[in-house]
């Protein structure tokens, strides 16, 4: 699924908040795969979450991309 694919899932399902993955990452992924910018363009109120971990409790809201190292 492209990133357009996946935010059509996204505003079909309404979901409270998302976490994009399988994506491609500097060196790693499968050449095939769009980075993480590539569907975080369509959500311009994503949240770069300074971590390779989320805590989710009933405050997490909104597009929330991990970094990692």
């Known amino acids: 699924m492209d990133a357009a694919g996946a935010k059509r899932v996204c505003d079909a399902i ?3 908040w ?3 993955m399988h994506y ?7 050449p095939v795969l769009q980075t ?7 959500w311009p109120d994503a ?5 390779s971990s989320l805590t989710v409790d009933e405050t997490t809201t909104g597009v929330n991309v991990l970094t990692f190292p």
């Open 14 to 16: 309404g979901p409270k």
């Open 18 to 20: 998302v976490v994009p």
């Open 24 to 30: 491609r990452h500097a060196p790693y992924g499968f």
């Open 36 to 42: 993480a910018e590539d569907f975080t363009a369509l």
């Open 47 to 51: 949240i770069r979450v300074e971590s």
